[in-house]
């Protein structure tokens, strides 16, 4: 199970705060699979930090009505600086004196309003030291948090959830995979979705001056060759390397213009 409530950096691996109001929450996700596997080696170290504990008043209240009126109740800022500036053993400064940046290090805020999460964003992150999670809930979190504390703020879509939990745990996932060591084939996340760059596929797609852009996976086929009628492609089992990537490279790009046209702009989606 995470750790809670530990506060110095051993600096053996990459380490991610998870600030939240419900530390429960993570119990459970951070224990199976790549994630198990990258604490239990010390890939990563991962604190959960319950934000009650930096509330003043006897019922530990986070939040309280936004000004000028409306519905719901708002993070309040106090407990989301002191709770940063407590991991990071240092003050993050006021209007008259800010703080620079903490070198290494991203204070993400996890908001519907925030910047899209692209697997850019975890390339990014992975060159990173540290990420500190703030988890919003209720209906957000003061502004003043979003402009003075954190670095980036960010939602993994165009939709509303109860809190920043999840999209902590998607972003932490996204990013702990791509750290070297984490996978047992390092090849494993050079071809995965958003990892193959459209300029690859100029030749078989006709796609100059589309760089920067990145396709899904391409299609995948296992055995029986053959399941209820349906053949997997002949030439995954011609044995034909050069046959077999060309035919992988026009896949993945079929299946974007299908299922993600957004990714490859109108003049290969149509």
Request: net charge negative.
């Amino acid at each position: 199970m995470a750790a809670r409530g530990r506060f110095g950096y051993t600096g053996s691996g990459m380490r991610f705060d998870l600030i939240t109001i419900f530390p429960e929450f993570f119990t459970g996700p951070l224990d199976h699979g790549i994630l198990r596997r990258a604490r239990e080696t010390e890939l990563v170290e991962v604190n959960i930090q319950d934000l009650r504990v930096f509330t003043k008043d006897r019922h530990r209240t986070v939040d309280d009505r936004p000004f000028g009126g409306g519905e719901g109740m708002v993070l309040k800022p106090a407990p989301l600086f002191e709770a940063v500036e407590s991991l990071l053993g240092r003050a993050m400064g006021d209007a008259v004196q800010p703080a620079p940046p903490e070198p290494k290090t991203a204070i993400v805020l996890l908001s519907a309003s925030g910047k899209l999460f692209h697997q850019r964003t975890a390339r990014r992150f992975a060159q990173l030291e540290r990420i500190i999670f703030i988890c919003g809930r209720y209906e957000g979190v003061d502004e003043r948090v979003a402009m003075h504390l954190a670095t980036d703020e960010l939602s993994i879509g165009d939709y509303v959830l109860s809190g920043g939990e999840l999209p902590a745990m998607l972003i932490l996932d996204a990013v702990t995979r791509l750290l070297p060591g984490a996978l047992g084939n390092e090849a494993s996340s050079q071809n995965e979705s958003f990892s193959a760059p459209l300029a690859d596929l100029t030749v078989t797609a006709n796609s100059s001056g589309m760089r920067g852009h990145s396709l899904l996976d391409f299609p995948h086929y296992t055995r029986p060759a053959e399941y209820r009628g349906w053949q997997v492609p002949e030439v995954l089992v011609g044995g034909n390397h050069a046959e077999v990537a060309k035919w992988r490279s026009a896949a993945a790009l079929e299946k974007t213009r299908r299922n993600r046209p957004d990714l490859i702009g109108s003049e290969l989606s149509d």
